[in-house]
Each structure stands twice: as structure tokens, then as C-alpha cells.
DNA sequence: TCAAGATGATAATACGTATTATCATCTTGA
DNA sequence: TCAAGATGATAATACGTATTATCATCTTGA
């Protein structure tokens, strides 16, 4: 049942207004019609100045109208001009992850940057689409009582989208964005990702450079496209150097000590918040990072830790993919249908984790 | 001169609508109650669930209503419930100092979480108001075509905030509540802030107990409202405790050297951010930090810098003001004139930097 | 002098929602 | 059976602006 305080029963404005501020009458183009002696309709023309329909004002009575308009000090009524104007420049910016109690957030946050200083630019506002109830630890974008609809369209955040609501989108002709590339949803979907596959095999190949034989990819690889990119990348890049390769599912001593076993000697970390996890396995195994192992890092840590170490790996253009998406979205309300899937590229870190191949053929 | 693309030159939709997304009309009530077969009335009054004018709707109907609501996705329009209304449940957030090229923005952001987890919690979305025009590195509330009125009312953000605003805010009637202590302006300013002079007294008295007889703090301690109270707390503090305190205007070389030549043992920090130039001077002077000097930060470097010490000091509450100042918002539309101004303590941080006073009279 | 065009302004309407006054119909009780 | 009250829904209007269709008046040229 949709009623006025569901959802919202939190929100209870009082009826009369707030009290600690006083009531005051605006001042509108009636009364500005009225202290010169036109029409509202003239005080709006001579507003917004326009020649176009074939519509002219007298200089004077003009002057008149300006005149009382620079007296009252009177400003337009935003909301009304929206109204009247059919959109209302404000983007949604909708982020599947939410602000409690996941820490995931600050990951997010660079993305957000970008958005607002592109916003900022381009004279629009975000609307932070918060209200989303949360459901197993992801805000849900269509739910009832919804207020995506609120925006002219909205920018998609999160580490995964659901492919339901991205049908849901298309099919209902919602303007949208992703940030990160993701796969077609009953048609193209409309993004700005990072080049996961470019990224990740620049690395491998500097790494067969390097002596390394045998490879390991750390991850999932599959689910999000982020995580299939990378492992795309990864498997391309291997067979094309000639190295043997492999993939360790997740970053558990157990699994990391059989690739070890089978001679591996740089483990590609999908996730870089693992790097912790990584090292303290191999210290614990007294392997020497990158002496006995080299360790490389795609992207950026998606959970907040903290690494000592200078990792060897690649950054994601976070802020960068920010201020696109922007773009992406207002040409796509502009009626662009170029260039509304973007790949952009990932910074190489050099970092000191990815050394030479050990030469000695085991470790105990 | 007020014409309709004045400060929003970027933003052009197109005449028809997004291309890729089919164009798509706003479902609106009156689609709701010709599908429903009611009339436009009651659509809103089942939406609105209003009880207290004599109004009645047959429950039949209003499932009917409801039904047609779910199945199309139907969402008010923002903007048209505004004008109606004055309310649309949508909480302005305006930060005073812009994205770019600032790197300020990252001491905002745990503020922005806690609106955010807290807007996720009472249900109401947040509008990022970037549309603001930038002047002087600040963005400007009421410039020409100013959006802050979209909202029901905003929430401010940033070390200093306009008195003018300020007052234009009380004078219109617009409800907000500040992040950040504010001296009234042509009345009372309901806001969230921290508790800088108790957190300062505290870190000061520390100090007196370990036995430092001269102290400064460094900073301006006038301006924004958040100097101008750990200065207060200081002096209080400092005079209370019967030892000598003196200020030094800025972090600058010169400054301190005369300080630490007039015997003064601890620097108290206003801005956090200076940590390294201060230890990077005490470095060059020979002093160690802190067996020669002890060194306190008030608070939380508002520039992004990178501090190796364990500064002794304390921590701004920044997610909790957040959470708080939306209660107070939607206290304030609630009518509540009560518990509008809060101050909240600061944690404090034991670190290693404020050591007992040195027993030697002088370092040459 | 008069028809055609130019000039200047306005009435009417739309945008989408909220609310009040009003109306039509049904129910109830004596 | 009928008046009074209860029930259920709507028409009308407001919010403040933008725009189009229309109208009245003036000017011009032959």
C-alpha cells in the first residue's frame, strides 16, 4: 500500500511549514505584471527574451517591465520554470551498494568526484537516489514507491548491476548510464568502463618479459564484468606470451599453496584488497615478495585496507570515468547515439612487487 | 539580464527526447486514473492517503488505484509536487567549496556518508547542489537561476559559510541546518557541530599535566567558527591550568623558531594538514618530536597530505554530525524548535606526539 | 482610400500535483 | 415514506511559469 508516509514514515513535515522561519509571500511575474501594466505573459517574454516565434515587445514596454522586476528583486520560481520546461536537470546517481554498514563505499567515492565536477560544469545537480530500500545488503532500484523517476535519468554505480533492472530500464526508456562496462541488456547499454583487458594483460606480458613461466590468475573471473574483463585479458595475454597459466579461485592459503606447489611464481590478484591476505600467506610460508613470488594488483582495492607494501599493478581512472559518464548521459538526452560506450584506459604502476622470475626451480 | 539558457548553456536536451531510449512520456496521474477509470483527484488523494478532510475513497477503488500505480511504476513528479506541495521530499546538500580543481572535498565526504546512511535510513534522497555557480573558489548559494529552492530546504557544508546566505536563508524561510557550529545570523542557526573547545581543553590540559609551562597554538583562530573555537577552548584551558600559551599565526618556519626561542614546549595544531611542515621544520632545527617538542593536532587535516607520525589529538565526529544534522533537518520540518543546536564530542587520539615537557632549558 | 502587411500585446492553455467545495447516491431511523 | 446523515467521487481551482494562437491597431504603398 502506497501512502502518503510509506516508506517514509520518518518524514513527517509539519503541516503549516516549518516554525523557526517566518512565512513570505514570494513575489511573481502577476505582481510584476501588475506594477507595469501588462500581461503575466508579457513579464515572461520579456523574461526570457525571445524572438524566435515572431514575438516582439515595445522598448518601453520592456523598460517598464525590467524596471519593476530590478525594483521588487524579483528571480523566477525555479520549480515553476521546471515545470513549465519538461525536464529538470537533475541526475540520479544510483549506487547498488549502500552506505550501511558496507565499507565498500569509499571505493565509490572517486566515481562520485568525477560525477559532481562535471555536474559542477555542466550546471545540473546529482540526485543521490538513497531512498532505495535495501535488500541482502544491495539497495534495489525498483521497488515499490520508486524514485528513480524522480531525475531526468541516472547514472548506475556499483561493483554489479542487476540485469533485471537494466532491462527494466532500456524496455521503459529510462536515460541511463553505467559506470563500468556492462554486457547488453536486451540492447546496448549505454557505458563508461575502464579497460580492464588492456590493463591486465600489459602486466602479464610485462611479467613473461620478466622470466615468469607459469602465471597465476587470483580470483573469481566470472559474475561481475569487471571480473570476467580482467580474466579475458589475463588468459589472452598468457597465451600469446607462451606462458602457462591458471587460475587460483579465491585468495585462501590452501589454494595459493598448491599454485605455488605446480611452480607458479606471480599471482595476478583480481581482487586488490587480497593483497594483505597474499602476503601474510607468504611470510607465513617464508616466501620473499616478489623474490620467491611476484604479486600483481588489477585495479584498485574495492574494501578499505591497508598495504605496506609499493604494489606492482594498475589504477582505475575512477575520477575520470566520472566526469564521462556525465557526458555520456547529456548526450545521450541530447539524442547522441555515438560514442556512448567508452573503454578508457588504466594507469600502469610499476610498483616494486613484480621482479624478475626466481631461477632456483623450488622453495621447500 | 534573465534569459531561459542563462547558466545552463551545457545542458541542452534535445527537442524530442533521448534517441537511444525510446521517447518516453511521464506516466502522470491522469494515466493512473484513466487506466483506474477515476478521475485525476482521486489518484492524488488515494496517493496521499488524506483522512482528515472529510474525504473518503472506497477501498475497492483504491486498490484499483494502487494497482495501476505498481503496474506502471508510477512516481510523482518532484517538481509539479513542489510547486503544489512545497514539499517533495528531496533534502538539498550544498557544499561551499567546489569539486575542482579543490582537493578539499575529500575532508567532506564522511559527512556525506552519514547524510547518506542516514537518508537511507528515514527514506529521502539527497540533491547534491552542483549546479551552484563557482566564484572565487566557492561556490555561490543565490546566484542568478540559484536551484536551492528545488529541494525542501539544505543542508550546508563547508569550513566557512556566507552570513549573508545565511541570513537570506532565515529571511526566506528556507529550513537547513548547518554541519559545523554557526554564530547566529538575524536569529538563531540550527546546526550540527563538533565539540572543538572541550576536545582542545582536554588535549591542553594533558599537556600542563605533563608538565609543559609554554604552549601555542598555530592558526589563525578567527574566521571560520571552527578556529574560533578550538582558540577558545585553548586559551580557557591553557589559562586554567596556570600555563603561559601564546598564538603563532601560521605554520611558517620564522614563526615557530621564534616560539620554541621564547621556551614554548607544544604546538597545538588549528589545521592538522600542517603536521608536515611543522615536523618537516622541527627536522631541520634539530628538534626531536617530541622529546624537544610535543606537537597536537586539533582535529582533521581538511588538505589531503600524508602524516607517518601518530599525531596525538582528536578526531571530528564526521559521520555521526552527518546522521545528527539530517534528524535536526527533518526535525525542523517537523516543527521542532527544540535540540537545533548540537555539539558533539570529539574522540580523542592518545598518539605518540605529546610527550612529557623536556627537563633541558635549551636546544641551541 | 483601402487592402495587405507589420507591430504589439494578450487570452488561453499547458506542465503535474494537491485540495476544497460540491454534488450525487446510498443508508438509516422514526 | 422521508428527511438527515453517511458515503464516495469529482469539478474546479491553485501553484508560477512558458508558449502558441489570436486579436487589435498601426503603417504602408498604390
New interface residues.
Given amino acids: 500500500?502506497?501512502?502518503?508516509?510509506c516508506?517514509?514514515?520518518?518524514?513527517?513535515?509539519?503541516e503549516?511549514?516549518?516554525?523557526?522561519?517566518?512565512?513570505?509571500r514570494r513575489v511573481t511575474q502577476r505582481d510584476i505584471a501588475r506594477l507595469s501594466g501588462v500581461s503575466q505573459a508579457t513579464v515572461s517574454l520579456v523574461?526570457?527574451?525571445?524572438l524566435d516565434g515572431g514575438v516582439r515587445i515595445a522598448a518601453d514596454t520592456r523598460q517598464r517591465v525590467?524596471d519593476a522586476?530590478r525594483e521588487t528583486g524579483y528571480?523566477?520560481?525555479?520549480?515553476?520554470r521546471?515545470?513549465a520546461d519538461h525536464?529538470?536537470?537533475?541526475i540520479g546517481v544510483f549506487t547498488y551498494e549502500?552506505?550501511?554498514p558496507s565499507g565498500a563505499?569509499d571505493f565509490f567515492?572517486p566515481f562520485l568526484?568525477g560525477l559532481?565536477?562535471q555536474?559542477?560544469?555542466?550546471?545540473?545537480?546529482?540526485?543521490?537516489?538513497?531512498?532505495a530500500p535495501?535488500d541482502g545488503g544491495r539497495r534495489r532500484m525498483?521497488a515499490?514507491?520508486?524514485?528513480?523517476?524522480?531525475a531526468?535519468?541516472c547514472v548506475l554505480l556499483g561493483q554489479e548491476v542487476d540485469r533485471g533492472d537494466l532491462e527494466r530500464l532500456?524496455a521503459?526508456?529510462?536515460?541511463?548510464v553505467s559506470v563500468g562496462r556492462r554486457d547488453d541488456a536486451g540492447g546496448p547499454v549505454?557505458y563508461v568502463g575502464a579497460d580492464y583487458p588492456a590493463a591486465t594483460a600489459a602486466l602479464v606480458a610485462r611479467a613473461a618479459e620478466l622470466g615468469h613461466q607459469k602465471i597465476a590468475y587470483v580470483g573469481r573471473g566470472e559474475g561481475p564484468e569487471s571480473y570476467a574483463d580482467r580474466l579475458r585479458g589475463f588468459r589472452a595475454a598468457a597465451a600469446k606470451a607462451g606462458v602457462a597459466y591458471g587460475r587460483v579461485p579465491a585468495a585462501a592459503g590452501e589454494k595459493l599453496d598448491a599454485a605455488v606447489a605446480e611452480g607458479v611464481t606471480a599471482v595476478f590478484l583480481e581482487e586488490p584488497a587480497d593483497v594483505p591476505a597474499v602476503t601474510a600467506w607468504a611470510a607465513g610460508r617464508g616466501l620473499d615478495v616478489p623474490g620467491d613470488l611476484s604479486v600483481v594488483a588489477l585495479g584498485d582495492p574495492t574494501r578499505p585496507v591497508s598495504i605496506d607494501l609499493d604494489v606492482t599493478g594498475f589504477t582505475i581512472p575512477r575520477r575520470e570515468m566520472g566526469r564521462q559518464a556525465l557526458d555520456v548521459f547529456?548526450g545521450?538526452?541530447?539524442?547522441?547515439?555515438e560514442d556512448?560506450q567508452r573503454l578508457l584506459p588504466c594507469e600502469l604502476h610499476d610498483g616494486a612487487t613484480l621482479a624478475p622470475a626466481p631461477t632456483g626451480r623450488n622453495h621447500s
Fill in positions: 500500500m502506497i501512502t502518503r508516509t516508506g517514509y514514515t520518518h518524514y513527517m513535515p509539519a503549516k511549514g516549518p516554525a523557526v522561519t517566518g512565512p513570505r523574461l526570457n527574451n525571445r525590467l522586476i528571480v523566477a520560481d525555479p520549480i515553476a521546471r515545470l525536464y529538470n536537470r537533475i549502500p552506505v550501511f563505499r567515492h568526484l559532481e565536477e555536474a559542477e560544469r555542466l550546471g545540473c545537480d546529482l540526485l543521490l537516489l538513497t531512498s535495501v525498483f515499490e514507491g520508486s524514485r528513480i523517476r524522480l531526468d535519468g532500456v521503459e526508456g529510462i536515460p541511463f549505454p547529456l545521450l538526452l541530447g539524442g547522441t547515439e556512448v
